[in-house]
């Protein structure tokens, strides 16, 4: 079972107050540079832009927010709806956000309006005015936001020890929160579900550059893959030493991702 952090400044709500980015800078103008997603019909995209008139209708209680999935954390803010020309949305919002655009090419659009996210792909931004332009929209559904813990994408994957029983089982992972994790491995069949298993973690403390090492106790949610490399889905089942351990990791390694964020524009 997922695990609920007992530090409240872990929560995901953190990155809700965030504060904007303060310093103004000169106008950029970005264009998004990965090939284009098929557009959908035109009939349909027009269907969205009259959505979008509709919420434009409203002002300020259209309510709209902006998120993108970086390294694994939710980037959300406010924005409001600058123009609507053609099939184009402009949206107006922070420097943060737009960092977040830049880097994904995409944004979820949310509104209490709304039946559902609506997905928009970068067109262009302009940095000095706060404003980035949409097109090509589909409805998606943002599953990201259903998580009770904040999950943290390493700077590059880490190599961790899995200890079963008398067996130990070498495994690499990409990302990790409170309440588990995804192990690579090329072992399966040491591998049980009713397995006594505790993951070895090595991390380097960010404030003390020392390495730390815990083991946290864990359960088996499920095995996928026919052949290697096998993917083993893990639930922690935390002692106070290790979610005090993976607490202060998360969090350093959250700000530290935001930081990488506001230096890429």
């Known amino acids: 079972m997922p695990i609920h952090t007992r530090l409240p400044w872990l929560k995901a ?3 809700m107050i965030l ?7 000169e106008a950029t103008m970005t264009s998004a540079t990965d090939p284009e997603i ?3 019909e035109p009939a349909e995209q027009q269907t969205f832009i009259d959505r979008f008139h509709e919420l434009s209708s409203r002002d300020e209680d259209a309510s709209i927010t902006l998120t993108n999935i970086y390294k694994e954390i939710p980037i959300t803010h406010r924005a409001s709806i600058g123009e609507i020309r053609g099939h184009h949305l402009e949206l107006n919002t922070c420097e ?4 977040a655009i830049s880097q994904c090419k995409e944004v979820y659009i949310c509104s209490p309006h709304l039946d559902a996210p609506i997905l928009g792909r970068l067109n262009s931004m302009d940095i000095r005015r706060g404003a980035v332009q949409l097109h090509n929209f589909t409805h998606a559904e943002l599953q990201e936001t259903r998580r009770k813990t904040v ?7 880490i190599q961790i020890m899995l200890h079963c029983e008398t067996d130990k089982i070498s495994g690499v992972i990409h990302d990790i929160s409170l309440g588990g994790c995804c192990i690579n491995t090329l072992v399966r069949k040491e591998l049980g579900e009713n397995s006594d298993i505790q ?5 380097i403390d960010q404030t003390t550059g020392q390495m730390s090492c815990t083991r946290i106790p864990s359960d088996i949610v499920h095995i996928s893959g026919a052949t290697p490399p096998f993917k083993v889905a893990l639930s922690f089942r935390h002692t106070q030493q290790s979610e005090q351990f993976l607490s202060v990791f998360i969090y350093q390694r959250q700000l ?3 930081k990488e964020l506001r230096e890429t524009l």
């Open 199 to 203: 993951v070895e973690l090595k991390l």
């Open 256 to 258: 530290e991702i935001l």
């Open 38 to 40: 098929s557009a959908s």
């Open 96 to 99: 943060l956000q737009l960092a």
């Open 13 to 15: 709500g953190l990155l």
């Open 19 to 25: 504060p904007d980015l303060a310093s103004a800078r």
């Open 151 to 157: 999950r943290v994408r390493f700077k590059r994957p």
